[in-house]
Every structure is written in structure tokens, then in C-alpha cells.
């Protein structure tokens, strides 16, 4: 089964739902696993305290933000370099999810922050980044829901999404170095020593977890995605038969 | 290359000329520097010292505001589909346009830059610098806006959207250029490293702009 078998919808729910309950099972068996190991037998930070288990929920969301877009990134040159039918139904269900684990990540790090830093917020390189990466996500679900033909929509937003996807290590690159220049006087690491191993695997635990219950997220966002398109066509052919002497307009048409 | 020099003639020519609206963009950039002193006060020890930032967010509103327009009235007039006939490519096009937008907008920005300089109380190697900075930063603010103003063909009513994908991807042009200007006043930190990674963004943001505009451009039509 080579990767243009999936150009079929069909084919594609009927794979998505053969698989997708086994990755929501196995994406909440291995967080039950990661988080009693997170809130249980991970010991507290000598300096942080309990906060530190704030991090079992923040750090995964940021990995998995970023995975989000490099995926949307790969399926917009399936859409634009291969005209693959589902590239964009992908990349469309994973823009709303990769904002929202964005989203996780910058509450979760601000409510980490006020207790450590005393402030909900600070101008740290990491946090403007990602804050610029949530900016872009939903510039790109804006640009989704502005064009109302899926096609064409797929297509503009996989350039702009390539466009980000160049543009992003760019302003991390910047942000860095825009930080580095106004450090200011209270200098705080993030990401501390090497972490302590009794903390590191409940956090690698946790972090497959989500990763599970992600692709699991994808999978019912692309079925959903792949069912309003099917209603959307049943509505447009339905129409038709309404008033078949109207002539029809090319979809996408500016006239 | 003719078609190219005639094409940056014709479009000079049409924004220079009465209802081109060339200078609309100068203007707006003198109503931003006008209008922040009275948010933040007639203070001249402060204003020097946002001055370089206030001048580089005043560019790029000017900038990203006057570039929607680029490709619209060739689209309405029929112009972008004879222009797709040629054989030129057309990124070509998209690459003629900008250039001529920045020579007819961009370009008389940056010349009244020492002059709006004064009012924000800039000394003299900061003038310098400012206007260095937006000389080499404005062709990138000006080739990212192309891929705005190619959407608000695709789009109608695209304007608000525009501004919101691409002012994110305009930061690292603002941080450069902001950076090298400041460097060139108060801190002890060197002007060149900034200005040579602000010169490398136009530079990549030209290539980027362009094949990202004309990507748009041609699903527009289709």
C-alpha cells in the first residue's frame, strides 16, 4: 500500500477509524502511566516544589506544537508538490489542534511563571517564540476560514504555511538574539541542570502519551473534515437540482 | 529584460501621477511619527531613545498598508492575465512590481527619514543609521507584503487578514533594524553584525516573497 492508495476518502475512514481507537487507547493507558509517575512517584524540585509537575503538561505541549506544524508543513508540499487529495484535508485538522496544544503550552508556562518569576508573563526568547508560533497558527486557520472553496483554500494556505515553515526558524533565530541583547537583570534558566531521571521518564511517558492522543485528534479531525466536504458537495448538488437553469459559477470564481 | 524596465516604468509612472497615491504612504508614515509623541509624551530624552522604534513600526504599518493594493488593479484590468500570457515567469512580475512599488513608495519613505528624524530628537549617527537600516530593511517588509497583497487578490477582503499572517513573519526585519540603529546610539554593542543579518533578511525574504507571491498568484487565476 504505497501513499496514493490514501488519495481515496473512503479508504482513508476506513483506515482512520480502524486505527484511531487504538491510538486513543493506548494514548490513555500510557498517560495514566506518565502522569501517576508525574504526580506520584516523581519527587518535588528542590527549588521549584511542586510547581515542577507543571512541567509534565507544558514541555510535551511545546514538543508537540512544534511537531504539529512541521507535519502541516510536510502536508502542504504533499499538496503542493504531489496535488495529494488529503494533504490539505491533514493540514486543515491539524491547524486548530497545533493552536491549541500552542495554546496549553502558554497557559501552562504562565501559570508555571507566577509562583517562579512572580509574573504571568515575561519577554523571554522561548515564550515570544512560541507566542509568535501560536500568531501564526491562527493566522493560518483565519486564512482556512476565509476562502470558502477547499481547494483553493488548501492550496493558499499551504503556501503560506511553506512560507512560515521557512520564516519560522528565522524568528526563532532573531528572537534569540533580539533577547540576548535586552537580557534583563533577573536571569533565570528554564531549562536548569540535566534533569534528574526520576523526572525525565515519567516525562518521556507523558510526553508519548500526548503524542498518541494527538494522532488520535488528527484522525477524528480529518474524518470530520472529510464528512463537512461530503456534505458540502450532497448541499451543492442538492442545490442544483433546486434550480437547474441557473447557470453555475466556476467555484472560487471572483465574478 | 525590456518588459521587466518597461513594466517598473509603468508602474513608477502610475504611482507617481495624479491618483497614484505614491506619497499616501509617506504621509501615513508622518502621521504615525506625528501621533505617538502624544501618547507617550513630549519628553525628548525618551522619544531618542524609542525614536529608532517608533520610526521602524511607522515603516512597516506604511509598508504592509501600501502593499495591499499591488496586485489589485491589474487584476481588475484585466493586466495580471496578459501578463501571465507572456513567456516571462511570473515571478518576474511579481519581482518588477515590488521593485517599483519600493522606488515609488519605499524609496521616498527613507529620503524624508532624516527630516522626521528631528522631530523624535535622533542625533546625527542615529539619523545616519535609521536611515541605513530602513534603506536595506524596507525591500524585505516590501517582498513579504507582496505575499499579502498576492492572498488579497485571491481573497477578497483580504486587507485585515494580510496584515495578520505577515506582520508575525516581519519581526526578525524589525528586530535587525531596530538593533543596528540602537547599537548606533546608546549601547556599546557594534552596528554591523545587525545590519549585515537585516541585509541577509531582505536578501532572503526577496527570494521567499517573490516565489511565495506568484504561488498565490497563479492559484488565484485557477
Known sequence: MGILDYANPTRVMRFSRAVKPWFLGLGLITLAVGLYGAFVTAPADYQQGETIRIMYLHVPMAWLAMMAYSMMALSAIGTLGFKHPMADVSAKALAPIGATFTAICLITGSLWGKPMWNTWWVWDARLTSVLILFLVYLGIIALWQAIEEPIKAGKVTAIITLVGAINLPIIKFSVDWWYTLHQPASVFRVDGPTIYPAMLYPLLICAAGFTLVFFYLHFAAMENELKRRRIRAMQMRAARRVAPEQPTLPQGSTA | ?222
Open chain 2, 1 to 222: 529584460m525590456s518588459a521587466f524596465r518597461a513594466l517598473i516604468a509603468r508602474d513608477v509612472r502610475l504611482a507617481t501621477r495624479v491618483g497614484g497615491g505614491a506619497l499616501t504612504g509617506t504621509l501615513f508614515f508622518l502621521a504615525v511619527i506625528v501621533t505617538i509623541p502624544f501618547g507617550v509624551g513630549p519628553d525628548l530624552n525618551l522619544l531618542s531613545r524609542i525614536g529608532p522604534a517608533i520610526m521602524w513600526i511607522g515603516a512597516l504599518l506604511a509598508t504592509l498598508i501600501g502593499l495591499e493594493r499591488l496586485f489589485q488593479s491589474d487584476k481588475d484590468d484585466g493586466a495580471l492575465d496578459l501578463l501571465r500570457l507572456t513567456d516571462s515567469p511570473v515571478s518576474s512580475f511579481v519581482i518588477a512590481k515590488v521593485i517599483a512599488h519600493w522606488l515609488g513608495s519605499s524609496l521616498p519613505l527613507v529620503l524624508v527619514t532624516p527630516l522626521l528624524s528631528l522631530l523624535l530628537a535622533l542625533e546625527p549617527r542615529a539619523i545616519l543609521a535609521l536611515t541605513a537600516t530602513l534603506a536595506v530593511g524596507t525591500p524585505a517588509l516590501s517582498f513579504l507584503g507582496a505575499v499579502g497583497a498576492a492572498l488579497a487578490v485571491t481573497l477578497r477582503r483580504g486587507a485585515l487578514l494580510m496584515a495578520v499572517i505577515i506582520l508575525p513573519f516581519s519581526i526578525p526585519v524589525l528586530i535587525f533594524g531596530v538593533a543596528a540603529t540602537r547599537a548606533a546610539i546608546v549601547e556599546p554593542d557594534p552596528f554591523w553584525p545587525p545590519f549585515a543579518l537585516l541585509t541577509a533578511t531582505s536578501l532572503i525574504y526577496a527570494v521567499i516573497g517573490t516565489l511565495g507571491a506568484a504561488a498565490t498568484l497563479k492559484i488565484g487565476d485557477g
